[in-house]
């Protein structure tokens, strides 16, 4: 068995991180309350193995390492661009981002007013970023996906796993957003659970880059 503390190459990492917004008119917006915490504490364990990180992030308040190359986006549509360039020129890609799932059909170019009546909005699905990744990989590269949910957490985990094409599936669910602590199962891609990972975010990312360097960069 390969040790997982010995040293592996160098490799370029992509980790997507925080929201996204979906802009209803020029000042109003759909997102989520991702902090980009987990993001952030991936992007450092990676860098003390020694390997190099691409970070494409929404916007978020939280300082990422500075030996990051940071690509900053709005959208999910910028930020499903954004890492597929970058993930051409990286080994393989964590996607710890929570995209906005949903955008309006139509965006109004004036700010919306009040009338007195309910708005109606018309929401479609947005782009899957690491769906779209995992499909388009080389035989070389990998994709490590995240699946926050409310119920049926390792079920429908699983089933991510398999439609978006990755490698290991971090299952985890609404309690780890804007929070510093988390509680995740890593799954193979059989959806056997590696291995139950609970505390701040920083533990927790350390244990994940242990299995990704384990099961995916040291062979």
């Not at 759909?30 to 860098?47: C, D, E, P």
């Not at 929570?98 to 009040?114: G, N, T």
């Not at 119920?151 to 309690?175: I, Q, W, Y």
């Amino acid at each position: 068995m390969t040790d997982a503390s010995a040293p592996t190459a160098r490799r370029r990492i992509l980790i997507t991180s925080g929201p996204t917004r979906q802009y209803l008119d020029p000042v109003r917006y759909l997102t989520n309350a991702s902090s980009g915490r987990m993001g952030a504490a991936l992007a450092q364990s990676a860098l003390d193995l020694g390997h190099d990180v691409v970070m494409v992030s929404g916007p978020v308040s939280v300082n990422y390492p500075e030996d990051v190359e940071l690509i900053n986006v709005l959208t999910t549509q910028e930020m499903l661009q954004a890492a597929g360039e970058a993930f051409e020129r990286c080994d393989g890609a964590i996607g710890a981002a929570a995209p906005c799932d949903y955008m309006p059909r139509h965006v109004s170019s004036q700010k919306l007013s009040k009338t007195g009546e309910p708005l109606q909005l018309e929401l479609i699905e947005t782009p899957d970023v690491i769906a779209t990744l995992g499909q388009n990989k080389r035989s070389d590269q990998w994709v490590v996906g995240f699946a926050l949910e409310t119920d049926d957490r390792r079920f429908r985990a699983t089933v991510k796993l398999e439609r978006k094409h990755c490698d290991l599936m971090v299952s985890n669910g609404p309690e780890a957003i804007n929070s510093a602590e988390n509680q995740v199962e890593l799954l193979d891609p059989s959806g056997n659970v590696i291995e139950h990972i609970q505390g701040t975010k920083e533990h927790v990312a350390r244990r994940l880059l242990h299995q990704i360097h384990h099961r995916l960069l040291a062979l």
